[in-house]
């Protein structure tokens, strides 16, 4: 017979990619519940080759996704959840509106439940994958854990939010993995190394409620990965706490101090509070508890370079020593300090802290202790102050553990200029100007002291006036500049620089 | 005699009433007080032993037991009567006079229709405990249900290991080694281990970066000199680099046409329009010279009307020959081009290796492209990727100390645009919902007349 006629479009990129419109007519689902299922099930639309191909001959511009991939969601369980909810959320409102309580209540009893387990799962098919995404899942979980509740943002996610980035501290406590801290103006920057994986993630800085709603945020998008990692991390933090042999969820033994208090509250929120404290040590569960199985690095004879080997093993020596900071060392903080990150990284190496009583619940020693050591202070002046111990300011526990040791003190007294404040993270897509600061920090003959204050405010300031005359005169001599060079080859080389940049600018570099 | 103050007052004296026959002893006796001891006493009488004479054991009990099982006893409210149904109201009696035969108007319910010895059939197996098909379905779901219900996992409870079997590759208690595939696979299928595996292509990611990107060193609250400047140059650059756009999209569209004004404009079209036409005063001395000339004809010769001019056969024959010719001349050209050419061999490999130079060139260019675009953030919809701008403190806003902290940027949006920027999500445009402006009225039937408004 005579063979099917070859149309356009029906082979190669036209047929792998699907509009969404398509997709949603695939999917018999809404908009708002196909986005949801593709954050959740992490499925991206992709850009193609070439567009025209891929739109099967339409211009414009539409949002594609792979074909393979919408088949791939037609098979997937929670489609029917969502559907659900939304049958679910039309008997409410038939409800509310004929004001049938009984209905009402029923319906709510009854309601649908979404389960993310097996996409966790699925997502992330071993533990260390899971580890890969955690920078991305914490920093959403902890800015999260600030909300009130807001439109598209359900009660108790913010409370879950809280609970689960708590527990995830404390297991890096107990595990004693973070290696890097940076203060910037957007929060604190954390690096943890939990079995061979980096995780980065920033913690905001607690001030003032701003009113999230005048973003150009979609919060609805949000709250949909929220809820996804809020159960990603709660499997992760249930596997860590197993791998550290901890109890999870996590428990504590109660301090004859405290028992006075536990009458006071109840058990949960008791709990609660105090493991939001990072102040006491979590029960383990039998098994080994104390030492650490130390890793020894093995003994290969046959490698190549001798001295990599030594590298590697200084490397880890210096990290055994790192872990033990400030062991020994008692702080107190005071007032103004900002309590939970300060507390997070001097617990994460060995050191013992408290706060005022009336600050915070989970105090375990007071001001007038005689064996605090140090004491962290914010003020230029304090009034009464003990003759036992070092008055440092915050940076100081900041700055020791990038540098991997305990900084001189001196620099950071009451009241001192206090040296820069150096980020720990390398970037490779900067140029490695190495600031004389932190050239001093490897090499002390080569130490600078930092211009007074009273040059760099007037160097900052005069680069200010600059900055806004530079611009003009930049833009005068750039336009001069063009003029100058038409007609001129090096325009096209010039122009090529430009475009580079400007796709590097583009990028975010 | 007193004279009364008031209705009621202080000085009103009682007006004496006479007891002398029943029908005033009701009227004006209140005997309330009497009345109600002797209630009292009836009801005491009608209990036992006055309440007085009892003893403390009869009136009161020592509660001894815990309250938590109390709670347990708790008998839920009962149920509500079903409220008659609307569409049988029109059955009920509505008029005021009632049926003479009362008893016409009742139905039996199903309980008093039923037989009654089916009745005791009934009695006697729900004594036994035998149940009915229907009853015993009915207990298994509903058992069920509430099985689900208390075992259905709680929002934030998390006890299972997810990552349980994937420690080190499959552990088995027993040695599997020497079982073939087929035979690995169809014990997996049949025991419900199977684990299906996501293809690759559904694990990996779509960006190349890193999820938290390490901040630029000025970004510290206590930056060093050279690191803050570095970071406001950057600032700097970007805001020039807007400024030049700016100015090189001015300078070729408005500057390209120049300012007039209204007035201007206005006798510049009057001018152009009134081309051809005959003019009053003015122009005339012009159109003097060329009305000579026009007078001639009516309509000028610029398309002339075509005419049928037929070759004659010399002029045919002499045509082809010149063609002939022509095409001749042009074989022998290519030919000694092709003779010659062998001697441009050297020239011609030159033009050759130029443009393989120029396009091998312009592959570099793309590819360089190609690899600074593959991790940028890639065009998925209409709305292009706006990155947010660098957080930065001017000199004045650094106070050197944690407590003088000025933040900036708000993470949540940094989270967002970094979402759109790994193309996990494609931007998009902020829907805003506009509310119907509902009016409101009420019917007309139903004014009362006091409505200030005219609804």
Redo the contacts between chains.
């Keep these: 017979m005579v063979s099917k006629r070859k149309k356009k479009y029906e082979s190669g990129e036209g047929n792998r990619y699907v509009s969404r419109k398509t997709a949603l007519k695939m999917l018999q689902l809404s908009l708002k519940d196909f986005r949801k299922l593709c954050i959740l099930k992490g499925i991206y639309p992709r850009e193609p080759r070439n567009r025209k191909r891929a739109q099967k001959g339409a211009t414009g511009i539409k949002t594609l996704y792979h074909l393979k991939d919408i088949q791939f969601l037609l098979h997937e369980p929670i489609i029917w959840k969502l559907r659900d909810y939304k049958i679910f959320a039309k008997k409410m409102g038939k409800a509310r509106a004929l004001r049938d309580f009984e209905t009402i209540k029923r319906t709510l009893e009854n309601r649908p439940h979404l389960t993310l387990d097996h996409i966790v799962k699925e997502r992330y098919p071993s533990f260390i994958d899971a580890l890969r995404d955690l920078d991305d899942c914490l920093t959403l979980l902890f800015m999260f854990s600030t909300f009130p509740s807001l439109q598209h943002v359900p009660r108790d996610q913010s409370a879950l939010c809280r609970r689960l980035t708590i527990e995830f501290l404390h297991a890096v406590i107990a595990s004693q993995t973070l290696r890097k801290v940076f203060v910037s103006i957007k929060g604190y920057y954390f690096q943890a190394e939990i079995k061979g994986q980096t995780v980065t993630w920033i913690v905001p800085h607690q001030f003032c409620f701003v009113p999230q709603s005048t973003l150009e945020v979609d919060f609805r998008v949000m709250s949909t990965f929220v809820q996804f990692y809020c159960v990603m991390l709660g499997f992760v933090n249930f596997r860590l706490y197993h791998l550290l042999n901890l109890h999870y969820p996590p428990k504590f033994a109660v301090s004859s101090a405290d028992a006075t208090e536990k009458t006071l509250v109840d058990e949960e929120a008791f709990v609660s509070e105090r493991v939001a404290a990072l102040n006491v040590p979590l029960f383990c569960t039998g098994r080994d508890t104390t030492a650490e199985e130390e890793v020894e690095i093995d003994q290969f004879p046959m490698i190549e370079d001798p001295t990599k080997l030594e590298e590697i093993k200084q490397e880890a020596e210096k990290v055994k020593k790192h872990k033990t900071l400030f062991k020994g060392l008692k702080f107190f903080l005071n007032r103004e300090v900002p309590r939970e990150p300060v507390v997070f990284t001097i617990r994460c190496f060995g050191g013992e802290v408290s706060w005022d009583k009336l600050l915070f619940v989970g105090a375990t020693f007071d001001e007038s202790d005689e064996s605090i050591t140090h004491q962290i202070v914010d003020r230029p002046s304090l009034g009464k102050q003990y003759i036992s111990r070092y008055y440092v300011q915050p940076q100081w526990i900041f700055d020791s553990v990038n540098a991997r040791e305990l900084q001189p003190v001196e620099k950071y007294f009451l009241g001192a200029v206090l040296p820069p404040h150096l980020s720990p993270f390398i970037d490779k897509t900067r140029e490695q100007y190495v600031p004389p600061e932190e050239r001093a920090l490897e090499d002390p003959s080569l130490a600078e002291m930092n211009p007074e204050k009273e040059e760099t405010e007037e160097e900052s300031e005069t680069d200010e006036v600059e900055k806004k005359n530079e611009s003009e005169n930049e833009g005068e001599m750039l336009r001069n500049e063009e003029e100058r060079e038409d007609g001129n080859e090096s325009e096209i080389h010039e122009k090529d620089k430009v475009r580079e940049q400007k796709v590097g600018i583009e990028c975010g570099l | 005699m007193v004279e009364p103050h008031g209705i009621s007052g202080v000085g009103t004296k009682k007006k004496r009433v006479s007891k002398k026959n029943k029908k005033s002893w009701r009227k004006h006796v209140n005997t309330k007080d009497v009345d109600s001891f002797l209630d009292d006493k009836r009801l005491e009488e009608r209990l036992g032993t006055p309440f007085a004479d009892r003893k403390d054991d009869e009136l009161f009990q020592i509660d001894r037991e815990p309250d938590g099982q109390q709670a347990h006893h708790f008998i839920g409210r009962a149920k509500k009567p079903l409220k008659p149904v609307k569409c049988f109201a029109i059955l009920e009696e509505r008029s005021a006079v009632p049926d003479p035969i009362k008893k016409r108007n009742r139905v039996r319910t199903p309980e008093e229709r039923k037989h009654l010895l089916r009745k005791k059939i009934e009695e006697d197996r729900k004594e036994r405990g035998i149940l009915n098909k229907k009853q015993i379905i009915a207990h298994r779901n509903r058992a069920t249900a509430n099985a689900n219900k208390t075992n259905?996992?709680k929002?934030?409870e998390?006890?299972?290991?997810?990552?349980e079997d994937?420690d080190n590759g499959i552990e088995s208690e027993h040695d599997v080694e020497w079982l073939s595939p087929t035979t690995k696979y169809h014990i997996l299928k049949n025991t419900g281990k199977m684990n299906k595996?996501?293809p690759d292509?559904?694990?990996t990611k779509?960006y190349g970066i890193?999820?938290?990107e390490?901040?630029?060193?000025g970004?510290?609250?206590?930056?060093?000199?050279?690191?803050?400047?570095?970071l406001?140059q950057e600032v700097?650059n970007?805001?020039?680099?807007l400024?030049?756009e700016e100015?090189h999209l001015k300078r070729v569209t408005s500057k390209m046409f120049s300012r007039v004004t209204e007035d201007e404009r206005e006798s510049m079209r009057m001018k152009e329009m009134s081309e051809g036409l005959p003019e009053a005063e003015g122009d005339k001395t012009k159109q003097d010279v060329e009305d000579g000339s026009e007078n001639d004809s009516e309509c000028r010769a610029i398309n002339p009307p075509a005419e049928n001019r037929k070759k004659t056969l010399k002029k045919r024959r002499k045509l082809k020959e010149a063609q002939l010719r022509e095409q001749q001349r042009n074989e022998s050209r290519s030919e000694k081009k092709k003779i010659s050419d062998i001697y441009r061999l050297k020239f011609l490999k030159q033009e050759l290796e130029n443009n393989d130079n120029k396009l091998a060139k312009l592959r570099e260019?793309r590819e360089?492209?190609k690899a600074?675009?593959a991790?940028?953030?890639?065009?998925?919809?209409?709305k292009k990727?706006e990155?947010l701008d660098l957080?930065?403190?001017?000199?004045?806003d650094?106070k050197?100390?944690?407590?003088g902290?000025?933040?900036?940027?708000?993470?949540?949006?940094?989270?967002?645009k970094?979402?759109q920027?790994r193309?996990?999500?494609?931007p998009?445009v902020?829907q805003r919902t506009r509310k119907a402006n509902v009016k409101r009225y009420e019917r007309k039937s139903h004014k009362m007349g006091w409505e200030t408004k005219g609804y």
């Design positions: 259905r996992p929002k934030g998390f006890n299972v290991d997810l990552w994937t595996k996501l292509k559904f694990l779509p890193p999820a938290v390490s901040p630029h060193p970004m510290s609250y206590n930056p060093s000199y050279r690191d803050h400047q570095d406001l700097a970007k805001e020039l680099m400024i030049k100015k260019k360089k492209i600074i675009k991790n940028g953030p890639k065009q998925l919809s209409k990727f990155p957080e930065f403190n001017l000199g004045e650094i050197g100390n944690l407590r902290i000025k933040p900036e940027g708000n993470i949540l949006e940094d989270r967002y970094s979402l920027r193309n996990i999500i494609e998009t902020k």
